[in-house]
């Protein structure tokens, strides 16, 4: 049952493709900007984007052996976002929260996702 980590591959990378064409897309809904983030935000979320392109495009054509371990890193990334933000200093609590669900929700959610592969 590959059908749904490649569907969580494909989506995590239009995502990525999404927040590397605007940033603000990530950007504001964590806290990281009001408005149109500034530069240095522009770029790390640009870097983000760009991982999340790199990691779903490995979940959804890989098979096997290798779809599992991009699965595992998907799920690695999005704890460590997780994490990243449960530690954070941000200055909107409500926008942390929110960031840290979404990280968590999209590792549970691939970590079923591995389970399917492993059936």
Known sequence: MTWLPRTLGVLTAAYGLATLVRPAILAKPSGLSAGEPPPSVSTLV????????????????????????AVGARIAADLGDAVTWAFSSSPDPAARRRTIAVGVGWAALNAIGLA????
């Open 46 to 69: 640009r870097a983000v984007g760009v991982r999340d392109i790199a990691g779903g495009v490995a979940m959804a054509v890989s098979s096997g052996r290798a779809q599992r371990i």
């Open 116 to 119: 399917a592969i492993r059936r």
